[in-house]
């Protein structure tokens, strides 16, 4: 019994010793991104889902547009208790043309019933975010994010 005792104590300080390097790790990352987003603040794009009790929650289309062709980081707004948080950037889109001067992105990810707070870092200015009626009706979308397992259950959702 003594043994099991003792791995598992090693067990546990090891354990959280990876996730508090991982956890700092990740804040370096925010902190980079934070410093490159202040150098550039004109080229970032942010778009809030109010989310609500009555909210469906699923996938759902959000759509950038500008007069020139881009790229853009997706991103959202993490918190991680204890640690901090920052913004955390999982994908990436490209535009493509759609009529004469006319270039849209459409990013599909997992909007939940709680509020949350996306950002794009654009190789461009001018570009405009929309999350309405008529952006759910588009069949082609640049990326796809789906949802992890425990955001389907509701959690971090």
Not at 98 to 106: H, N, P, Q
Request: aromatic share 16%; net charge positive.
């Amino acid at each position: 019994m003594f043994i099991v005792i003792v791995v598992l104590s090693i067990a546990a300080i090891v354990g959280f010793t990876i996730a508090l390097f991982l956890g700092k790790e990740m804040m370096k990352k925010f902190n980079y991104m934070q410093q490159f987003i202040a150098a550039n603040p004109r080229k970032l794009v942010e778009f809030t889902w109010m989310g609500g009790k009555n909210v469906l929650p699923c996938m759902r289309n959000i759509r950038l547009t500008s007069d020139k062709p881009f790229r853009a980081l997706v991103g959202f707004h993490l918190s991680v208790p204890f640690i901090g948080s920052g913004f955390d950037y999982y994908g990436y889109v490209e535009s493509r043309k759609i009529g004469e001067c006319m270039y849209e992105a459409v990013v599909q990810t997992w909007m939940g019933k709680g509020k949350t707070q996306f950002q794009f870092v654009c190789t461009e200015e001018n570009i405009k975010a929309t999350c309405d009626f008529q952006d759910q009706l588009i069949k082609w979308v640049s990326a796809v994010y789906p949802p992890h397992p425990w955001q389907k259950f509701g959690f971090f959702a």
